[in-house]
Structure formats: structure tokens, C-alpha cells
């Protein structure tokens, strides 16, 4: 299992799906994406996206304004 950081700050959606989408394409199964990112817009789109495709989803605030979500990649 690797751990993937991909940094997603001051982009605004889509940007920060659309990236994680293309990195998740590369990634194994069990592999761990890790995206920061401050737009909160991002956490919504994002992790509605990753439970539809079947992937383990969660994210927290790791600052004022500064999340990080992890996508475990299912399939």
C-alpha cells in the first residue's frame, strides 16, 4: 500500500476531481490518495465522486479552511 500526496490548494473545482481522477487511474488497489486541498467545494465533489465509484472515502480538517481527503482505491 502506497501513500500518495497530491496537492490541490488555491485550485477550485473541478481542478482538484479532475486531478484525482487522473492520479487514481495510475494507482493500485489498496493504494491510498491523499488531497489537499482549501476549497470546500472540493470535499463535496470529491468524495460524492469517490463513493460512486466504490472507493473507501474520508476526509478532516487539517487547518483553518485546509482539508485533506483520502480515497483508498477499491477496484
Known amino acids: 500500500m502506497n ?3 497530491l496537492d490541490c490548494m488555491y485550485e477550485a473545482c473541478p ?3 479532475l486531478k484525482a481522477m487522473k492520479r487514481l487511474a495510475k494507482m493500485d488497489i489498496g ?9 470546500s ?9 469517490a463513493k460512486k465509484q466504490g472507493h473507501n472515502v474520508d476526509y478532516m ?8 481527503i483520502y480515497i483508498e482505491k477499491r477496484k
Open 15 to 17: 481542478i482538484p476531481l
Open 41 to 49: 467545494c472540493s470535499i463535496k465533489n470529491v468524495v460524492e465522486w
Open 3 to 5: 501513500e500518495i500526496k
Open 61 to 68: 480538517e487539517i487547518g483553518e479552511g485546509e482539508w485533506e
Open 31 to 39: 493504494d491510498v490518495l491523499i488531497l489537499e486541498t482549501d476549497h
